[in-house]
């Protein structure tokens, strides 16, 4: 492919891309294309390679229809989208967790001690660095990561056609308690970050309204 289509393929895409109201309940994403889209957000870079992550599928109907109540924001999505997802985000991601230990040895397969260097520059990095000093901080950390995941999952979905909503429209507490008490988060791990729904436009696109480049870029020579 010339790099000119790619170009174009890829404005294509983004343009396309919008925060889709109305989904077709009838039409559903194909299996390879959902697969692609969620290792797009398994791929998503995170700050040590720590990935404080997780994402919730939600195919069941009771659990979506639940939602609603403390989710106005979703409710199009849950109505109509394909597939709806909960992204968490991991609480204490620090080097005293049980989840770090894991993530070092297990995926990044170094050798893992709460004295190594490479332990003394995160726990550096997030006390000094970042101020990450206490809970709140950390889990904001660790949820704004899980938005470049969000980015990949709905560029990789607008590449293939398919539509998306990101989803804020939440009351954090009560839909964090609503999938606690159906055992399907652990709130000392996770909180919720934010829903994304998946599927097939049932309505015209709505142009793109945005500030002018020169707006918001400013080039520093
Ligand atoms: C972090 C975030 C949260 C959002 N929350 C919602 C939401 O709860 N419900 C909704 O319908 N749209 C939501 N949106 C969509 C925005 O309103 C939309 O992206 C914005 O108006 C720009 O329009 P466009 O995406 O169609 O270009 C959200 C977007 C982002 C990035």
Redesign the pocket.
Known sequence: MLKSELREQIMQAHTS???T?AFDPTKKIAEEDWLTIIESARLSPSSFGYEPWKFLLVNNEEIKEGLKEFAG??I?SINGASHFVIALARKNVTIKSDYVRHIVEDVLGAEFAVDSPRSLYFDNFQKHSQQLTDDRALYDWASKQT?IAMANMMTTAALLGIDS??????NKAKVEAYLSEKGLVDLDKFGVS?MLGLGYRNEPI?P?KRQSLDEILEVID
């Open positions: 891309r919008y925060a109201k924001g979703a199009n938005y909503c990101p989803i804020e429209g939440f934010y709505t793109k």
